[in-house]
């Protein structure tokens, strides 16, 4: 149990730490403004719980010295092993997202070597990068938090459990919202996008000259969310079929 305790409690520190971690990404990198990372309401992105969690769990538990005699070469097995764990991670949400709901939650496809837009060369060195960093800097003290975990699991049941819980509530929450995009969008073969959707309703509600709560990008006083998704699914399509006409007209000269 007392493992258990400890590997959740990594699980819901990596979910808060990559929620700040994407946040401050889309401000600076990706979006150049502020729009809420994540599928859930709360400020936690499971992704990245569970890259922590296989990352504390394989390196506690996975006797890596025992490998071979060569220090270094268990060190470089264990960080390609974690490396590959973590886009595997990264692939099978995607794949359950994007196969199971139609909804993308991040897109590489404008990545060199991307595969289906969930996974790319370029990421997944930085998750091997990530994992570098954990083996050789974070591993010793992230062990010594486990233990402490370990010795206090009883008294942290009870939050645990909490949070466990609130996490379930919403994501079935978010689910409902998963719903409510797939039903604007009116098009069971059209894979709707998470984070344009949050753009979209801060574009629109910007045209409209009125507010977006960050935290609640899908909420406003006045709902105008399937009018705002419709919009822009309709822009989207007609730009796929200016595109596809310039490369047929192309194609014929």
């Known amino acids: 149990m007392s493992d258990f305790i400890a590997i959740l409690s990594f699980f819901f520190l990596g979910g808060a730490?990559?929620?700040?971690?994407?946040l401050f990404f889309r401000r600076y990198v990706s979006q150049k403004r502020w729009v809420k990372p994540g599928f859930l309401v709360g400020p936690f992105i499971p992704l990245y719980g569970f890259g922590l969690a296989v990352l504390y769990s394989?390196?506690?538990?996975?006797?890596?010295?025992?490998?071979?005699?060569?220090e270094w070469l268990n060190l470089i097995v264990e960080i390609?092993?974690?490396?590959?764990?973590?886009?595997?991670?990264?692939?099978?949400?995607?794949?359950i997202f994007v196969k199971g709901?139609?909804?993308?939650l991040w897109d590489y496809s404008k990545q060199w070597g991307n595969f289906e837009g969930?996974?790319?060369?370029?990421?997944s060195f930085f998750w091997l990068v990530g994992a570098a960093l954990y083996v050789l800097l974070l591993s010793s003290p992230i062990e010594s938090l486990g233990t402490f975990?370990?010795?206090?699991?009883?008294?942290?049941?009870?939050?645990?459990?909490?949070?466990?819980?609130?996490?379930?509530?919403?994501?079935?929450?978010s689910l409902g919202l998963a719903k409510k995009l797939r039903?604007?969008?009116?098009?069971?073969?059209?894979?709707?996008?998470?984070?344009?959707?949050?753009?979209?309703?801060?574009?629109?509600?910007?045209?409209?000259?009125k507010k977006q709560s960050l935290l609640l990008p899908f909420f406003?006083?006045?709902?105008?969310?399937?009018?705002?998704?419709?919009?822009?699914?309709a822009e989207i399509k007609a730009k796929k079929k200016e595109l596809k006409a310039k490369f047929a007209g192309k194609k014929e000269e």
């Open 149 to 173: 975990f370990d010795d206090n699991w009883i008294y942290l049941a009870y939050p645990i459990g909490i949070f466990t819980g609130l996490v379930l509530i919403d994501f079935a929450y």
């Open 101 to 104: 709901m139609k909804l993308r």
């Open 17 to 22: 730490f990559g929620f700040i971690l994407e």
């Open 183 to 209: 039903e604007a969008v009116a098009d069971k073969k059209f894979v709707a996008s998470w984070e344009k959707a949050k753009i979209a309703l801060q574009d629109y509600y910007a045209k409209l000259k």
């Open 220 to 233: 406003n006083k006045e709902d105008h969310f399937a009018e705002a998704i419709r919009e822009r699914v």
């Open 118 to 123: 969930l996974i790319c060369p370029l990421f």
């Open 58 to 70: 394989f390196d506690h538990f996975i006797p890596w010295e025992s490998i071979s005699g060569f």
């Open 80 to 95: 390609i092993v974690l490396g590959i764990s973590l886009t595997l991670i990264e692939l099978i949400a995607g794949l």
